[in-house]
C-alpha cells in the first residue's frame, strides 16, 4: 500500500518570501509519479506541479519547484515570490506508474496562508 | 477547452433520501475517477471508469453507493438512503486514460445530510 505524509497542518509566509512544504511517502514501486495539487476555497483541486520518478530533474513550473529526493521517498514543494492567490490547501499525491486505473493517493494536505 | 463539470454544487438532503451527482468529464478523456473528502481530510478513491466500464470499484463504502457511465462521458453517482456520515465534498476526475497520465479535477459536489 501507498502512503503519503504531510507533516505539516499549516504555514504562513509573508507575501513574496519563499514557502517549503514537506511531503514523504512510502512504496515498493521503483516507477511513479508525484504531484502537487492546490485546493483553495473554491474546492477545485488544481495541478501544480508533477514529477516523474524516473527522471532526476527536479520539476519547475514558474514560481513551484519540487525538490524530490527518490532514495528518501521525500517530494517538498517550493513556492518563491508568494502571492496572496498562492493562499490554499496544498496535497501531495502519488500515483503507480504501471498498469490503468491507477488511484491517487493523497496526504492530509498542508493549509498554507499568505499573508500581505 | 472545457475543464471537468459537477452538478449540482452543493446538495442537502434528509436522511434516508436518494440522491445523484453529475461528473461531465473532459472531452476526449477515457478515465474518470470518483473520490469522496470529508472535511479536512485528503482524497478517498470511491470508484474508476475506462470507458463505460467500472474495473475498480473497490472504493465504493457500501452497497448503498453505485455509479454508471454512458456513451464514455457522463458519469452518476447515485447514493441510496443517505446517512449523516455521508456527508462530504464529492469529487469526480478525469484523465486521458493511459498510465501516468494527470488526472483534472471538478470543481466538487458538497453533499449534507441532515
Known amino acids: 500500500a501507498q502512503t503519503v505524509t504531510q507533516s505539516q ?10 514557502v517549503t512544504l514537506s511531503c514523504t511517502y512510502d512504496t515498493s514501486e521503483s516507477n511513479y509519479y508525484l504531484f502537487w495539487y492546490k485546493q483553495p476555497p473554491s ?30 521517498k521525500s517530494f517538498s514543494l517550493k513556492i518563491s515570490d508568494s502571492q496572496l492567490g ?3 490547501m496544498y496535497f501531495c499525491a502519488f500515483m503507480k506508474h504501471w498498469g490503468f486505473g491507477n488511484v491517487l493517493h493523497c496526504g492530509s494536505g498542508t493549509q498554507v496562508i499568505v499573508l500581505p | 477547452g472545457a475543464g471537468v463539470s459537477q452538478s449540482p454544487s452543493n446538495k442537502v438532503t434528509e436522511k434516508g433520501k436518494d440522491v445523484e451527482l453529475r461528473c461531465d468529464p ?16 485528503g482524497l478517498e478513491f470511491l470508484i474508476y471508469f475506462q470507458g463505460n466500464s467500472a474495473p475498480d470499484k473497490s472504493g465504493l463504502p457500501s452497497d448503498r453507493f453505485s455509479a454508471e457511465r454512458t456513451g464514455g462521458s457522463v458519469s452518476t453517482l447515485t447514493i441510496q438512503r443517505t446517512q449523516q456520515e455521508d456527508s462530504a465534498v464529492y469529487l469526480c476526475a478525469s484523465s486521458p486514460g493511459s498510465p501516468g497520465d494527470t488526472q483534472y479535477f471538478g470543481p466538487g459536489t458538497r453533499l449534507t445530510v441532515l
Open chain 2, 26 to 41: 473532459i472531452s476526449g478523456h477515457t478515465a474518470l475517477y470518483w473520490y469522496r473528502q470529508s472535511l479536512g481530510q
Open chain 1, 9 to 18: 497542518p499549516e504555514m504562513s509566509v509573508q507575501e513574496a518570501e519563499t
Open chain 1, 43 to 72: 474546492r477545485q483541486m488544481i495541478l501544480v506541479i508533477r514529477q516523474e520518478a524516473y527522471k532526476q530533474q527536479n520539476a519547475t513550473e514558474n514560481r513551484f519547484s519540487v525538490n524530490f529526493q527518490k532514495a528518501a
Open chain 1, 86 to 88: 498562492d493562499t490554499a
